[in-house]
Each structure stands twice: as C-alpha cells, then as structure tokens.
C-alpha cells in the first residue's frame, strides 16, 4: 500500500479546542500532518485520508518541545470555522 503525507499550517486567531487535546491552545500558526493511502484497483491515482494530526507546543517545563496529537479531520474544520467567525476583541 502505498502511502503519503501532506504538511500544511493553520492559523487561529483566538484560543481554541480540539478533542483528543487536554487543554485550551493559543493563538498562533500548528502544522498539521495528514497521512493518506492510495486507493488500489483504480486506473487513476487517487488517495483517502487515514490520519490527522496536529503539532502543539509542549506544556511547562517542556515549553520548547513539541507534541504530536492525532485528531479528527472534521473537529480541525470546526475550530477552523469557529475561529474565523469569532468576534475580535
């Protein structure tokens, strides 16, 4: 099987939650990681999504390492649209 992933970074304006993360996560850029495997028998290549994940900071005293989380695709596009629609203050 033959797999592949995708790297992109998000943008939050405001605190925000994920579910599968313990805590309230601040504004600023995540890089997320997404994992997809290509659809065999198909004359065409075409690949589906089998995991997302999001790189947090870690959490004091471990402030400058990092955290991997594996979330939904859709509770990321939540956040997302949450955070877009939320009031600036």
Known sequence: MTTRSR????????????????RLL??????????EEMIEGLSF??????????MVPGVAPRKSSMEMFAIS?????DAQRNDASARDE
């Open 7 to 22: 790297r992109e970074t998000v943008h939050f304006k405001h605190p925000f939650r994920l579910k599968g993360v313990d």
């Open 73 to 77: 695709s859709i509770d990321l596009s």
């Open 45 to 54: 290549p075409s690949f589906r999504r089998v995991a997302t994940m999001i």
């Open 26 to 35: 601040s504004p600023g850029a995540y890089e997320v990681v997404t994992d």
